[in-house]
């Protein structure tokens, strides 16, 4: 049987999708917000919908880099300024 090798990403790091795991997704830039022994969860950012959720296997993408902004979540408000 197959074992992905687990690669050494970390939360907030960006890494793209490869077409050959996911035409409808390739070259798409990830977010990862969690990592697990399959892959890593997170979130590709689609302007005016929203976030598309993804499950991402070690084989299905390579590493571009850490994230230099890393927007809040959608549960997350505004901070609080006092006025």
């Excluded at 795991?21 to 689609?46: N, R, S, Y």
Aim: hydrophobic letters at 35%; a negative charge; glycine letters at 12%.
């Amino acid at each position: 049987m197959f074992e992905p090798t687990m690669k050494n990403w970390q939360v907030n790091d960006v890494v793209q999708i490869d077409p050959a795991h996911d035409e409808k997704f390739a070259g798409c830039f990830l977010l990862v917000t969690e990592l697990a022994g399959w892959g890593v969860q997170g979130f590709v950012q689609i302007p005016g919908s929203g976030r598309a959720h993804y499950r991402l296997p070690w084989e299905g993408g390579e590493l571009v880099g850490k994230a230099a902004f890393v927007p809040r979540s959608e549960t997350e408000q505004e901070p609080d300024d006092g006025n």
